[in-house]
């Protein structure tokens, strides 16, 4: 990706879930249950759930969004209410962080670093 404008700025969420070790299918079952209609909301450019390699009762829901409207009418959604609903299947309260980023580098920083030594 190129360097974003002022007005062409990359909006993400990203949502740290500690499911009971108990709760981890019916956590996960939910989690695959909400991508498809969450995907399909206004403005959504992705939205994956991940699983830590190394603690199988660890996701992150991670989103990024056309604009910060588009997030925030999502944080109102049927869907998200449902995300918020699992606090009885975590361990922890969620986390939740939302990113606003200015600049995306890609393969090319990679290279140009690695050219220099």
Same mark, same amino acid.
């Given at each position: 990706?190129?360097? %974003? !404008?002022?007005?062409? &700025?990359? /909006?993400?969420? *990203?949502i740290i879930m500690n499911a009971l070790p108990e709760k981890q299918k019916e956590m996960l079952q939910t989690l695959? @249950?909400? &991508?498809?209609? $969450?995907t399909r909301e206004k403005g959504c450019l @992705?939205?994956?759930?991940? %699983?830590?390699?190394?603690d199988e009762n660890v996701f992150n829901a991670i989103s990024e969004w056309e604009t910060r409207q588009h $997030?925030? *009418?999502? $944080?109102q959604s049927d869907g998200f209410s449902i995300?918020? #609903?699992?606090? !009885? $299947?975590?361990?922890?309260?969620l986390k939740i962080q939302i990113l606003t &980023?200015?600049?995306?580098? #890609? /393969?090319?920083? &990679?290279n140009l670093v690695r050219k220099g030594s």
């Amino acid at each position: 990706m190129s360097e %974003a !404008s002022k007005d062409n &700025v990359m /909006i993400m969420a *990203r949502i740290i879930m500690n499911a009971l070790p108990e709760k981890q299918k019916e956590m996960l079952q939910t989690l695959l @249950s909400l &991508v498809d209609p $969450l995907t399909r909301e206004k403005g959504c450019l @992705s939205y994956s759930i991940f %699983a830590d390699i190394e603690d199988e009762n660890v996701f992150n829901a991670i989103s990024e969004w056309e604009t910060r409207q588009h $997030l925030d *009418r999502h $944080l109102q959604s049927d869907g998200f209410s449902i995300l918020i #609903g699992t606090k !009885s $299947l975590l361990c922890k309260p969620l986390k939740i962080q939302i990113l606003t &980023v200015s600049k995306a580098e #890609g /393969i090319e920083a &990679v290279n140009l670093v690695r050219k220099g030594s």
